[in-house]
């Protein structure tokens, strides 16, 4: 759940930055830096929570099948 948990805070961290650098600072260099450092934390966090969404899942068909 954890990492579920933080994966989906990492996302949301990345789309919160690209929409400062969008709306908060001006055309430059520094724009698209925060742009591209946003982008790569909501695409790690994309992918963090779906590790931790599949982990949640193969869990939960264990407990499933070995449940007496």
Do not use: P, T, W
Request: aromatic share 14%.
């Amino acid at each position: 759940m954890n990492i579920l948990l933080s994966g989906a805070s990492l996302f949301f961290l990345g789309i919160g930055l690209i929409f400062y650098s969008e709306h908060f600072l001006n055309s430059s260099l520094l724009q698209e830096i925060s742009a591209l450092i946003g982008l790569l934390f909501s695409a790690a966090g994309g992918i963090l929570a779906a590790v931790g969404y599949i982990c949640l899942s193969i869990l939960r068909i264990f407990k499933f099948i070995n449940d007496d």
